[in-house]
């Protein structure tokens, strides 16, 4: 069981940075891969970014490679998706999400557990 609570989304002009993170609760957090998605209004939930287990490896999404980066501290239970040269098409509410798997999926109905959300809009 796990329990994830996005946090730092907002408000940013174009070409700017944010930095979101997700907090999961519940044991065994290194036990899961885990991603970020996004949902724009009237669009379908698509795959963003993924961590594997123990953060051996990351994937992402055509559309963001080279401009976010997804991480994860064990420790602290938490991962982290840094955006960087933000655009307006990455407006979108971005979710955290759990797999309890080594492997990151690109499908969104891999993943076993979501967190709530948190809106991330740029301004042109």
């Known amino acids: 069981q796990a329990q994830l609570v996005e946090s730092g989304g907002g408000l940013v002009q174009a070409g700017g940075s944010l930095r979101l993170s997700c907090a999961a609760s519940g044991p065994n957090f290194y036990v899961f891969a885990m991603g970020w998605f996004r949902q724009a209004p009237g669009a379908e939930r698509e795959f963003v970014a993924g961590?594997?287990?123990?953060?051996?490896?990351?994937s992402y999404a055509d559309s963001v490679k080279g401009r976010f980066t997804i991480s994860r501290d064990d420790a602290k239970n938490t991962v982290v998706l840094q955006m960087n040269s933000l655009k307006p098409e990455d407006t979108a509410v971005y979710y955290c999400a759990a797999r309890n798997s080594y492997y990151v999926g690109r499908d969104s109905g891999d993943y076993d557990y979501w967190g709530q959300g948190t809106q991330v809009t740029v301004s042109s």
């Open positions: 961590i594997t287990r123990r953060g051996h490896s990351t």
